[in-house]
């Protein structure tokens, strides 16, 4: 330990942040080893180059001047697309086959604005059987790998809060029946708050013995890929093209052979799914042009004349919402991550409250005002570094049905909706392949209906099923 520390103690002194070992004399060894590994899990170069232009001094942001709507693919092709799409889908469906797709799930979050203990991805998350939303996942790769024949590699990104947790979670669950050599776990790299007011570039301590820490954001699972080894996975697996996709989206395609067709087809380096949005300013990115790049404007950044603008046929102008579900190339990753001078996707920096002990006394102060700079990084900052990117439109019934807030009158991307959206989707897929199914005089679905990943992962797949003629109202139906 006192090598480790003499380390430390030279690290820290460079980049002006020694203090943080203040107390060490004052802790005992396992508090020792907590504060030093938090210490070498840093990268304080970067730490000490985003003080100089993020802390001390307040970046210039601004809204791209010339904004123009993003095209992207409808979800039904036109009839000069036709062609292409089923060419797309059978290039996707190769792909599968060959190995080449992994699957890529965000999910460093925990479940407490829903109520619950532990992290998001164990959150019971269907109509009927509440299914947490990893098993989802798993049995949804299980059935693709039926189908195609192929095995997709899951990597999961955690975080250090939720890490061991979710490992205990897929062990006590057998890994929902995948091949643990098939999944690889790592944690998001976590970043310091600065002190932005009392010691402005000081790391803040949020106690003797740890330091006031973040994550850098879902951007940071771009880096996260190529530091713990994943991408190196991939490359020696033969996986050329990621699909991304966030624990908290239950009805998410994990994998698209239709998506990874087109963005394949088209050399894209990275590409997105949109919904069209319900109104002007939901709270969805917005997929938009800036010089002739496609870019995400978030929504609270649209100036609202363009958010409400519509076209002739009285459609919003500025519709195609991200949903944060992409394809990336394996090579564009490792490119983002080797570029000189560093990680390639620019910091946000976010004025926050946040929590600390004064360096003098050891005292907990808890701020009344944004005391700190918390730095972070968006995923889709990648875009506008692409050659090439495409945007695929989707029906948000058939894949966008988040659960992001707890259950209340009025609360939207709950549970409740997004339950009710599964139902729908069910419902639609029966539908489809003849099934009557009792709606209510709204149009909804007079019933509760789940269709487990195992029997079917597209209408396609049911066809084969003895189904039931007719669902009645106030009936559960498991499939």
């Not at 089923?86 to 479940?111: D, I, M, N, S, Y």
């Not at 979670?169 to 690889?184: A, C, I, R, S």
């Not at 496609?294 to 649209?302: A, G, R, V």
Request: charged letters at 25%.
């Amino acid at each position: 330990m006192q090598d480790r520390l003499e380390k430390a103690q030279t690290t820290l002194k460079a980049v002006d942040q020694l203090h943080v070992l203040r107390f060490w004399d004052e802790l005992d060894e396992s508090q020792r080893e907590q504060l030093l590994a938090q210490v070498e899990s840093i990268d304080w170069e970067e730490v000490a180059r985003l003080v100089k232009t993020h802390v001390l001094v307040r970046p210039q942001t601004s809204t791209p001047e010339n904004l123009a709507p993003a095209p992207w693919y409808p979800i039904s092709p036109d009839k000069g697309q036709k062609d292409k799409y089923r060419k797309a889908r059978q290039h996707g469906e190769q792909l599968l086959r060959q190995g080449k797709v992994a699957a890529f799930t965000v999910a460093g979050g925990q479940g407490s604005r829903l109520g619950f203990d532990g992290p998001k991805g164990s959150y019971p998350a269907t109509p009927i059987r509440q299914v947490p939303l990893f098993c989802l996942l798993a049995q949804y790769i299980r059935k693709a790998e039926q189908k195609y024949e192929c095995t997709i590699p899951w990597y999961i990104m955690t975080s250090t809060e939720n890490d061991a947790a979710t490992h205990d979670f897929f062990d006590e669950h057998g890994y929902f029946g995948l091949q643990p050599t098939n999944v690889m776990m790592f944690s998001q790299a976590m970043l310091p708050a600065i002190d932005a007011s009392t010691n402005p570039g000081k790391v803040l301590l949020s106690a003797k013995d740890s330091m006031a820490l973040a994550p850098n954001g879902h951007g940071g699972s771009l880096k996260a890929l190529h530091t713990s080894g994943a991408i190196e996975d991939m490359k020696q697996r033969g996986v050329e093209q990621i699909s991304y996709t966030q624990i908290d989206n239950p009805t998410a395609k994990v994998v698209d052979p239709l998506f990874i067709g087109l963005h394949a087809q088209d050399n894209c380096e990275m590409s997105s799914k949109m919904v069209a949005k319900a109104y002007p300013k939901e709270k969805l990115g917005n997929f938009c042009l800036a010089d002739d790049k496609i870019t995400i404007i978030e929504y609270s950044n649209l100036p609202d004349e363009l958010a409400e603008q519509r076209d002739e046929n009285g459609e919003l102008r500025f519709q195609a919402g991200s949903i944060a579900i992409h394809m990336i190339q394996v090579d564009f990753v490792e490119q983002l991550n080797t570029r000189p001078g560093g990680f390639a996707l620019p910091f946000n920096r976010a004025d926050k409250k946040v929590a600390h002990i004064d360096l003098e006394s050891g005292e907990p102060i808890e701020p009344d005002t944004p005391n700190a700079v918390k730095m972070e990084t968006f995923v889709f900052d990648a875009l506008p570094l692409c050659e090439q990117s495409i945007i695929l439109q989707t029906d948000r019934i058939e894949e966008f049905a988040p659960i992001k807030n707890a259950d209340a009158p009025d609360a939207v991307d709950s549970p409740a909706t997004s339950k009710q959206l599964q139902t729908e989707r069910a419902a639609r897929w029966l539908e489809a392949n003849g099934v009557k199914i009792a709606r209510n005089d709204e149009g909804n679905v007079d019933a509760v209906i789940e269709i487990s990943p195992l029997t079917a992962i597209e209408p396609a797949d049911l066809k084969k099923l003895d189904l039931p003629q007719a669902i009645d109202s106030g009936t559960e139906v498991l499939l």
